[in-house]
């Protein structure tokens, strides 16, 4: 087969995707990642060939939108993606409309018009039989559509998007004919007509794709009426050097602190307050690594000195070494971290991180404290609570296992090749 793979410029949603694009290379199938051209060399660092398509287009932080809306809106979903969370009787229609035409405008349509013409070409010359795509890279089931190849979403964390479309659908289905206004069909449709085709219309694939490979268990999935195909996550971080104090287990419980590169790569830092929190731990007879952004290093008062601060280390290298982790349940680290069986304090507070650590605190091995209300002193306590406890540690190693039983990407290769028999088009296009 030919696959291609399509991301927005982010690196954390990329690298979940390196590990099944090897699965199929090793396979023997043909693999190409489109990626916008200054994202190229994250691409070819992970060994892959890459396809530089459309203009490098500053995603976050663009002039016209207000700094100020902007980290308002970090504050978990936002609408309409806040519907995920709440119970079916408590979506309002006209608050749902407005939340996706606010972030259709605002949000996705900015990732993707920079790289739609240009991943259409590449797909017409190319023709692809399978397409990847992270789920807000709506562009990838866009040039699937043109070519009539088989595509799917593979998913980087709980299904929040698939899950507010099917509650908005619901909702649409009981309005009045001349009130079902859909932003998303409305984008979507435009291209769907443009690239597909007399009579091409919008079809709800190119919002949740032909299926969705999720990489988490039953047990912690957000599940809309999808298909669904069970992946492994596989740690991937990018180049990776392991330091020498990794080489040994170290003589105290260690702890590590990371909260992620979102808050100072997009935002204004991180909520939580690392200084009070490092400055709580520093009487205790533990070893503290914190990974820190250098932006972020310089906002401490003190290094304690049970505190070791490092601007980057291999995660998957880091946690089999510590005892516990206090993280912000960014996708990529708490499922980095489950795979090793340590316990977790979470601070959520970024898009999915609340109800990603709410689920994960219902499995018993993570407390969770929202970033805001994350003192010093709570953290402290959590922690001398994760440490002492043993039945953490046990809820801890029951979810590793649960991970753990799902199918490797090597595993999944074979399901996908049939997948792609099931959906490619039998009359490809190239016009």
Not at 65 to 89: F, N, Q
Request: with cysteine; net charge negative.
């Amino acid at each position: 087969m030919r696959v291609l793979f399509t991301s927005t410029p982010d690196k954390s949603l990329f690298q979940q995707m390196v590990p099944l694009a090897w699965a199929l290379r090793t396979a023997g199938h043909e693999v190409r990642v489109a990626v916008p051209p200054k994202f190229a060399e994250v691409v070819t660092q992970a060994g892959l060939t890459a396809v530089p398509v459309g203009s490098d287009r500053p995603v976050w932080r663009l002039p016209q939108l207000d700094p100020d809306r902007m980290e308002a809106d970090r504050k978990g979903l936002p609408d309409p993606y806040s519907a995920a969370e709440l119970a079916p009787e408590d979506l309002d229609w006209q608050t749902m409309r407005a939340g996706y035409a606010h972030v259709v405008g605002q949000w996705h349509k900015t990732d993707n018009f920079p790289m739609t013409a240009d991943l259409v070409e590449f797909a017409r010359h190319w023709q692809p039989d399978l397409v990847l795509w992270e789920p807000l890279a709506y562009a990838g089931a866009i040039a699937a559509k043109a070519v009539g190849a088989a595509h799917a979403r593979l998913l980087w964390s709980i299904d929040v998007l698939g899950l507010t479309r099917e509650r908005f659908l619901r909702l649409k289905a009981s309005r009045p004919r001349e009130e079902q206004g859909d932003p998303l069909a409305e984008w979507l449709g435009g291209y769907a007509r443009k690239y597909g085709g007399p009579g091409a219309e919008y079809t709800e694939d190119l919002a949740t794709g032909h299926f969705s490979i999720d990489q988490f268990p039953a047990s912690m999935r957000m599940a809309a009426d999808l298909r669904y195909v069970p992946m492994r996550y596989v740690p991937y971080g990018g180049p990776a050097v392991v330091p020498r104090w990794l080489w040994e287990q170290p003589a105290r419980p260690r702890v590590a602190l990371t909260l992620g590169i979102a808050a100072t790569n997009r935002f204004a830092g991180h909520v939580a307050d690392v200084s009070d929190i490092l400055e709580s731990l520093s009487d205790l007879d533990i070893e503290v690594v914190t990974t820190l952004a250098e932006s972020e290093q310089r906002k401490l008062k003190r290094i304690p000195d049970n505190v070791r601060v490092v601007s980057y280390v291999p995660l998957h290298a880091l946690l089999p070494t510590c005892s516990a982790v206090i993280n912000h349940a960014g996708p990529g680290t708490f499922l980095t971290t489950v795979l090793n069986p340590v316990p977790q304090i979470a601070v959520p507070w970024d898009f999915d991180e609340p109800e990603l650590a709410r689920r994960a605190a219902a499995e018993g091995a993570v407390l969770s404290v929202r970033a805001d209300r994350a003192t010093g002193a709570v953290v402290r306590e959590s922690l001398l609570r994760v440490l002492g406890e043993p039945s953490f540690r046990q809820a801890a190693a029951e979810l590793r296992e649960r991970f753990l039983a799902l199918p490797t990407p090597n595993e999944l290769v074979p399901v996908l090749e049939e997948l792609t028999a099931e959906y490619r088009s039998p009359v490809r296009r190239s016009e």
